[in-house]
């Protein structure tokens, strides 16, 4: 998009375009039919071979959710040293710029890990999750912790960092923790659910 379009706050008008867009579609007829419209998708899921291989053999749909949760744990890890970091509560001998990107590369391959492991189990149970709405809510509070990161974290903390207002800081930490700890909630929501 030409940033001349959206003036000096490309970002903002971006993220508020999104959340005017999320809303609408969460108020309208469309969230249903495109519910509906997925329901094929999740019944090809649990024809795959990953899909039966996690029907078939519980043990290696076992080892998958251990290396689920592994990677959910450094995830959860990362988000906590990064905002804590922020908050000025840990690590305050490292500069927090040094925090944050190291905290960012575990972060993606932690992410990765999750997402590859989380889409193999969904694939064994791919109609049960379906029908569970607090799965739904799951994958909305982890695309929205997603996009928060990549596009307003991420990009908002790549300056000069140490010279930047605390109280910026401080917002941003305290967002993010807001974000991750809902991600959570609704994660183990769903193992109450089933």
Known sequence: MNRALLGPYPRTISVGAVIVFGLAFALTDARH??????????????????GVISQ???AVFA??????????????????????????LILRDFSVSRVLDQSHRLFVWSLTAMILSGVFMACGVAL??????????????????????FFIRRPLLRGDVENMN????????IASLMIWFSVAATGRWIGFSG
């Open 166 to 173: 605390p109280q910026l800081l401080r917002l941003v930490g």
């Open 33 to 50: 039919t495109t519910w509906e419209a997925l329901l094929p998708l999740f019944e090809w899921m649990e024809a795959t071979s990953p």
């Open 128 to 149: 049960k999750v379906y029908y569970l709405n607090v799965f739904w809510y799951k994958m909305l509070a982890l695309v929205t912790g997603v996009f928060f990161v």
């Open 63 to 88: 080892l998958v959710e251990a290396a689920h949760l592994i990677a959910m744990a450094l995830l959860g890890g990362a988000v906590l040293v990064a905002d804590g970091r922020l908050l000025g």
């Open 56 to 58: 078939t053999y519980g």
